[in-house]
């Protein structure tokens, strides 16, 4: 049971040039988020999926798109990377969405992007 | 504006001590809070959580306390042990739909924890 994997560890780009990284979890999860991470700063939601097929924006979605083709996949796409996403991407998975008894999100070890 | 709010970058304590870390928020619609544990180049893990209709939560040596007149919630570690070092994440939560935000969860900046032996 690997949980959340995300691929790739690392990578780095130049301004301009795209890239999907992909985020797979083996926990038969409805729900899956991808976040960034910057110097000081909280986590912030770029985007979402409620289900196979659907996404919908999070806090920060500008200069990303993502797609759910499987449920267990989740990717996230960048189109023209800029160095302003130079950033660390965690994907994260639920089973639940609303708080109820118990409510938390599994998290993957990360993508550390640099654009130059 | 900051939903959610750890107004200590670091704390350092010693082992067998207690650490206290503090968060605020401004949301009264939030309805259940989360502290999540990170350690570098890994992932968040979750650690302890508590809904808001209660004031406190217990698990091994993790105790969150909430306080909703003071929109504050606290986790406490007893004894702190030098595999705590990390960097804590306070998140918020809320099941009403306000500015879209219905379901997702709200973080803090984080407190780099660090034990000393």
């Known amino acids: 049971n690997a949980g959340v994997t995300q691929t790739p560890k690392f990578r780095v780009l130049k301004t301009g040039q795209s890239m999907t990284l992909l985020c797979a979890q083996d926990?038969?999860?409805?729900?899956m988020y991808w976040y960034r991470q910057d110097p000081g700063m909280g986590l912030r939601l770029i985007h979402y999926?409620?289900?196979?097929?659907?996404?919908a924006k999070g806090e920060v979605p500008d200069g990303y798109n993502v797609s759910r083709l499987k449920k267990q996949n989740f990717l996230l796409g960048l189109e023209s990377a800029a160095p302003s996403q130079t950033s660390v991407y965690f994907c994260?998975?639920?089973?639940?969405?609303?708080?109820?008894?118990?409510?938390?999100?599994?998290f993957g070890p990360g993508t550390r992007l640099t654009v130059t | 504006d900051q939903q959610v709010k750890q107004n200590s970058p670091s704390l350092s304590v010693q082992e067998g001590r207690i650490s206290i870390l503090n968060c605020d928020y401004t949301?009264?619609?939030?309805?259940?809070f989360l502290w999540y544990k990170k350690y570098p180049a890994e992932g968040p893990t979750f650690l302890i959580s508590?809904?808001?209709?209660?004031d406190k939560n217990e698990d091994g040596r993790f105790t969150v306390f909430l306080n909703k007149s003071a929109k504050h919630l606290s986790l406490h570690i007893v004894p702190s042990q030098p595999g705590d070092s990390a960097v804590y994440f306070c998140?918020?939560?809320?099941?009403?739909?306000?500015?879209?935000?219905?379901?997702?969860?709200?973080f803090g900046k984080g407190t780099k924890l660090s034990v000393k032996p």
């Open positions: 994260a998975s639920s089973s639940h969405r609303l708080a109820g008894v118990s409510y938390e999100q599994y």
């Open positions: 926990m038969n999860h409805e729900y």
């Open positions: 999926s409620v289900g196979e097929g659907t996404t």
């Open positions: 949301n009264s619609m939030f309805d259940y």
């Open positions: 508590i809904s808001s209709i209660k």
């Open positions: 998140a918020a939560l809320s099941n009403w739909n306000y500015g879209g935000s219905q379901g997702n969860l709200i």
